[in-house]
């Protein structure tokens, strides 16, 4: 059974940056694509980014294009979120996630909370 886990959430300024990372077990990772969705406040659950297994090929929602960068170490079971400009309107929680057997796995979600 996959398990996600993420962390590097917090509170930062706008146009600063964050990396948030996520880390797989239970599953061999380096086969599955993973995804960045997110949550704001009071609204519907929004996808941001996707990176495939092979780790080259990434794509994302023009709200983050050009500011957010997805990535993965295979080596570590790990994907991350490098955020940059970030702006008030990011501030949501944030999950990673995988489809794994015909299932749509959840990590517990960080928070990021932009203001100033």
């Known amino acids: 059974q996959v398990q996600l886990v993420e962390s590097g959430g917090g509170l930062v300024q706008p146009g600063g940056s964050l990396r948030l990372s996520c880390v797989a077990s239970?599953?061999?990772?380096?086969?599955?694509?993973v995804s960045w969705y997110r949550q704001p406040p009071g609204k519907e659950r929004e996808w941001v980014a996707t990176v495939i297994s092979a780790g080259s090929g990434t794509t994302y929602a023009d709200s983050v294009k050009g500011r957010f960068t997805i990535s993965r170490n295979n080596a570590l079971s790990t994907t991350y979120l490098q955020m940059s400009s970030l702006k008030p309107e990011d501030t949501a929680v944030y999950y990673c996630?995988?489809?794994?057997?015909?299932?749509?796995?959840w990590g517990q979600g960080t928070q990021v909370t932009v203001s100033s």
């Open positions: 996630s995988m489809f794994v057997g015909g299932v749509r796995a």
């Open positions: 239970g599953i061999p990772f380096s086969i599955y694509g």
